[in-house]
């Protein structure tokens, strides 16, 4: 055509200017958007100075936190768990658990609530809060429902709250208020003691409340029992009955499942959580609640069963023991230590407690377990062992 021949395939060659050059820019382009792809990913999982980047302690209300995964994924890396404790208020604890950079949140036990729908404080501390959030931790107030921290818990004092719409709702605006007056994030319900047929009125309650605190821009988290059924038998049964797992794990931020009463108050003597135990009450829970709003239980105390009901001990109260007595220490076959001693009296006593290397085992089993939940919850800051706190450090 017009005389011009076109090349055949076998003498047609690239342009040696700008055909050339092109193909060169094109495969630069290409390298550089890969080395950039894969910088903006090391930056998202170390952070800016190389570290791993922290998760947010509080998040938007009923936003799952983001170390969920998916169970049906596998194998994946032990998850970053959130570290939340229950306080009463002791600075040197919380000034260890800081030092350590381990803690996300604390739950400040100061509050308990009266029939009448007000609030009785015990030993509340401002101090404390300040210095918790100037450590950049998330303060919660826990509230119960006994007269006070010596006091058993009283379902007639949640009863009366929760009878109807109206004695619901003002409850609901003092906690609101308690929030906005005390600077606090949110509020830890630690009703316990209730009966089975308290819970219809208690999942209304609890929806009520998460809806009003999440309004002002707060969040609920709340206490529950340990169950592997819906309605279970035996000692406190009324009281796990009372708590619909299901329900209250959708209206909630954070459910906390007390996971340290195998043994305990209503028992003989054994151990307070052993992993078996533990993923047990896990399974339950999971099938009901999302596991990125669980929080696994973990005890910081121990339990002396002598005559009558076991004493509660706190781990520098087992030290006193320990010191006292000499006895020989024995490990269950799920790494809680125990001993026996005979008091002055001739009784036997059995003591169960927590020591680093328990401490360490339940933090690492909460960490493998295939389905990520939350965090934990400890029960509680106040006479432990300073060296519990650096156990809990996560690697990435």
Not at 347 to 371: C, E, L, N, P
């Amino acid at each position: 055509m017009s005389g011009r021949l076109r090349p055949t395939r076998s003498t047609r060659r690239p342009s040696t200017t700008s055909g050339s050059v092109l193909l060169r820019t094109l495969v630069v382009i290409v390298f550089v958007l890969a080395i950039a792809t894969m910088a903006l990913g090391w930056l998202a999982i170390h952070g800016s100075q190389g570290k791993p980047a922290l998760l947010p302690t509080t998040l938007p209300p009923g936003t799952a936190h983001p170390s969920a995964t998916n169970p049906s994924s596998s194998p994946s890396p032990p998850a970053h768990l959130l570290v939340a404790a229950w306080s009463r208020g002791d600075l040197t604890s919380l000034r260890a658990a800081t030092k350590a950079k381990v803690l996300d949140e604390v739950d400040t036990d100061w509050w308990h609530s009266r029939a009448d729908g007000s609030l009785q404080p015990e030993s509340v501390d401002p101090a404390f809060v300040a210095l918790a959030h100037a450590r950049h931790l998330a303060v919660f107030a826990t509230i119960t429902n006994r007269p006070d921290s010596n006091s058993p818990f009283d379902p007639k004092i949640a009863e009366s709250i929760i009878a109807n719409s109206a004695t619901r709702e003002h409850h609901a605006e003092v906690l609101v208020d308690l929030c906005r007056t005390q600077g606090y994030d949110g509020i830890d319900l630690d009703w316990e003691s209730l009966r089975a047929a308290d819970r219809t009125d208690f999942n209304a309650y609890v929806k009520l409340l998460a809806t009003r605190l999440h309004e002002a821009g707060k969040r609920l988290s709340i206490a529950v029992y340990d169950k592997t059924s819906d309605y279970p038998t035996g000692p406190e049964a009324g009281a796990r009955a009372a708590e619909d797992y299901a329900s209250l794990g959708r209206a909630v931020d954070e459910f906390k499942i007390m996971t340290f009463g195998e043994h305990g108050s209503f028992t003989g003597p054994g151990t307070l959580s052993s992993p078996g135990w533990m993923s047990a009450v896990l399974a339950y829970a999971e099938a009901r609640v999302d596991p990125a709003k669980i929080y696994l239980g973990v005890p910081f105390y121990g339990f002396d069963w002598g005559q009558g009901r076991p004493r509660y001990l706190l781990w520098s109260d087992t030290q006193a023991l320990i010191a006292t007595y000499h006895p020989t220490i024995l490990r269950s076959p799920s790494g809680e230590p125990f001993f026996h001693y005979t008091d002055a009296t001739g009784v036997v006593h059995t003591v169960y407690f927590q020591d680093r290397k328990a401490i360490a085992a339940k933090f690492r089993y909460a960490r493998s377990r295939r389905t990520a939940i939350a965090g934990i919850a400890i029960w509680v800051m106040g006479g432990e062992d300073p060296g519990f706190w650096p156990l809990l450090k996560q690697s990435p």
